[in-house]
């Protein structure tokens, strides 16, 4: 049974830094693609960040460029997504998913069939 765990999220202060980390037990890293993807209040939920199953291809939703990174510690089996200068307009539930099937870094949520439960990131002006 695959089980994914998100923590680090909390509040910050816009320009700030937090780092998530998905804990996944029951799913292998290095076939499928994962991703994070996060929804506001009223709105559809949005791909943000996705690696494939290389461990190292990425692709990011314009609006994070440049400012956040997702990587992986197969080891550890912990996806992480690093957000640097945060923004009020970031805040969402957060949520670290995994694939069954696909190798390329994909950000729409119907290519993910596991799901974590969320983890609440706050950015204030």
């Known amino acids: 049974q695959v089980q994914l765990v998100e923590s680090g999220g909390g509040s910050v202060q816009a320009g700030g830094s937090l780092r998530l980390s998905c804990a996944a037990s029951?799913?292998?890293?290095?076939?499928?693609?994962m991703g994070w993807f996060r929804q506001a209040p009223g709105k559809e939920r949005e791909g943000v960040a996705s690696i494939g199953g290389d461990g190292r291809s990425t692709t990011y939703a314009d609006s994070v460029k440049g400012r956040f990174t997702i990587s992986q510690d197969s080891a550890k089996n912990i996806l992480y997504l690093q957000m640097n200068s945060l923004k009020p307009e970031d805040t969402a539930m957060y949520y670290c998913a995994a694939a069954s099937r696909g190798w390329w870094p994909r950000l729409q949520p119907s290519e993910y069939g596991y799901w974590g439960q969320g983890t609440q990131v706050t950015v204030s002006s």
């Open positions: 029951g799913y292998n890293f290095g076939y499928n693609h």
